[in-house]
Nanobody, 121 residues
């Protein structure tokens, strides 16, 4: 059973920083792309950032230059470094990962349970 677990959320003042982690556990062959999404109260879930297996990255315009996505393949973990946080960054942050099975070679998208980020003074 593959699981993704996010951590690192919390309460931070505007202008502050947080680093989120997304760790994959279980039996699998490899992790392809990893994404971060967020969902604010009353809004749809929105894309934040992606890191591909070759470490290429893509960001939403709203976080470009402030957030950095990275990964440590040896630890099966992805990260989202969030700097210069704004109140509008307040949301539940979710990671997902496209993970290849070690048995079937098929890939499947997994989601974590989310971690709350609140930016407020």
């Amino acid at each position: 059973q593959v699981q993704l677990v996010e951590s690192g959320g919390g309460l931070v003042q505007p202008g502050g920083s947080l680093r989120l982690s997304c760790s994959a556990s279980g039996s699998f062959f490899s992790i392809n792309a990893m994404d971060w999404y967020r969902q604010a109260p009353g809004k749809q879930r929105e894309f934040v950032a992606r890191i591909r297996s070759g470490s290429g990255t893509t960001y939403a315009d709203s976080v470009q230059g402030r957030f950095t996505i990275s990964r440590d393949n040896a630890k099966n973990t992805g990260y989202l470094q969030m700097n210069s946080l704004k109140p509008e960054d307040t949301a539940v942050y979710y990671c997902n990962a496209n993970i290849e099975s070690s048995v079937t070679s098929y890939s499947q998208l997994y989601w974590g349970q989310g971690t709350q980020v609140t930016v407020s003074s």
